[in-house]
């Protein structure tokens, strides 16, 4: 499949002031390696781990990018976002940071862990209805009522532009990468790297892991149109969000191979992390590995990295 | 309580020949931090991640120096040990290194996956009965028949000394430290981390922490004579052993508290590293930080380094 042009010259200067932006509010995440999973996977890791990131995941760079976009009077009127995951613990402590509010829509029903988190950074939580209406009615009120600032999860090129970051640390840190391999979901993280890996490391390879249950972009790349997911029951419960109009353009343009896994193989490759590279990561981290081990023969001998994109699990409910 | 001194110029030297002859086949592993953890500890804790040592534990350090000690012609021999934990495997490859034969006696009944993983190492595993008489009548045997060297567990200043490498690490990393916590088992770890902090840090105060259902080091502390622990049911598998005279010389006289925790002590200071640091670690490795929280208005605003030991641990069967 050729690799089109996207717009890089835009992207190129987004990124660069994100990354020289976010620095002091994110850590310069870990690049680990385990010698017996490559030996299983018969190629080289390396591991970027954003389990280890503030709040446990990826979605910090993205969320405190977006923030410190906004200009101070912006900042004032505080900040909105719908998500029952690591984006609304972002987006809260993001805002915490700046002195803004942070006003967080989470569905009825959303673990009391997740919601005890980001009461914990000071945002104020509003249940609405699990569906699509009553998150958007939810945000909307809100902002027509505080004049709030909207960060979408990853419509967004501030939001893309900070996940971007992560891709360009491996590629400051390790370089000669035959391939770089990351989960989609929304595509935020997905469109970031292929960002990152067109302008910092042009000759490494996009590759994305997807889980069978939740495989909207597999299906979109496939068939060349958008075509959302209906209610995923996926265990990787980062990914079961569907791509828009703007992250599809970019991923249909810049990634070589959807590969989409099973939830066996999804569990299997999770548990291979904690065991070996002794890491507490969740299951959408370990759709990449799974998608490498799945069709390893096109990765044998290879230099790969694969983003590991959080941390946060419950404990108490593990699957295995 | 008085802090006595040791033979200390004998050990600086075993202990700097150690560091140096290890450090290719060691990894110096990370020290790492959690602000969430320090608010709750009220001080600030610098964990060493031993999980992510070879073989997963710190128990590689000791194993390799003392093979690396013998002369060539004595490693053609082969190295014995009797062990069902993190020092058979870190036998087993150290002895893998050196291209010499691994002869281990692990009790009948000794997990599966234990037993795999040394074998895994190329080792030759025995199975013996579960007591003291058949362990050393095992390792006889084979004694006898091979001419095999015997590595034990921790009685053995070559083992103290390759584990003293690692709070050597700590200070050379990080200094100004007030305390080093380390847990206590049969007191090789133990003894090696005061030897280091009295020749590297001699300002830190040596801690260590152990589980009140296997609390020989802090009846004999108190008592002043060695009094061993029988048939200890600690979730602290790691920490059941007894000191030998030789651990519990430098003990009392190095260490100036030791803090002994319940289970729920311990399981719950485990959950709290595995979600705030996002690793994987033992149960006997969450001994030092109960240990601090349970006494912890005498570590306030106090700098401690935290020996986390290893990672070791079925995942099938976690506490929580």
């Not at 600032?149 to 532009?161: L, T």
């Not at 299906?219 to 828009?244: E, M, R």
């Amino acid at each position: 499949m050729a690799r089109g042009t996207l717009d890089i010259d835009t992207y190129r200067s987004k990124i660069l002031s994100a990354h020289d932006r976010i620095k002091p509010y994110i850590h310069n995440t870990p690049l680990l390696c385990s010698n017996a999973i490559n030996k299983k996977a018969g190629c080289e890791i390396y591991f970027k781990c954003e389990n280890f990131q503030k709040i446990g995941a990826f979605k910090m760079r993205g969320a405190i990018n977006a923030v410190l976009s906004y200009s101070l009077t912006k900042r004032r009127k505080g900040f909105v976002t719908h998500s029952s995951g690591n984006h609304a613990q972002a987006v809260a402590l993001s805002s915490k940071i700046v002195n803004s509010k942070a006003h967080i829509v989470m569905p009825k029903g959303a673990p009391k862990i997740k919601v005890v988190a980001v009461k914990g950074y000071g945002a104020q939580v509003y249940l609405c209805d699990n569906n699509e209406k009553s998150r958007i009615d939810t945000c909307k009120k809100i902002i027509n009522k505080t004049g709030a600032n909207f960060i979408h999860p990853f419509d967004n090129d501030d939001v893309i532009s900070g996940q971007a970051s992560c891709a360009k640390e491996i590629f400051e840190e390790e370089n000669g990468f035959d391939f770089i391999i990351c989960p989609v979901g929304g595509g935020g993280l997905a469109s970031g790297t292929i960002l990152s890996t067109q302008i910092f490391s042009p000759l490494t390879t996009v590759i994305l892991g997807e889980p069978l249950k939740a495989s909207d972009a597999y299906q979109s790349f496939a068939k060349n149109k958008l075509i959302p997911v209906n209610k995923p029951t996926t265990i990787a419960d980062g990914l079961k969000t569907s791509l828009s109009e703007r992250t599809f353009k970019i991923i249909k343009k810049g990634t070589k191979k959807i590969i989409t896994v099973s939830e066996e193989e999804i569990v299997s490759a999770m548990k291979l992390i904690w065991e070996r590279l002794k890491i507490v990561c969740e299951p959408s981290c370990s759709v990449p590995l799974a998608a490498l081990l799945k069709e390893k023969e096109n990765f044998r001998n290879k230099k790969v990295a694969i983003i590991l994109t959080g941390g946060n699990v419950d404990l108490e409910n593990l699957p295995f």
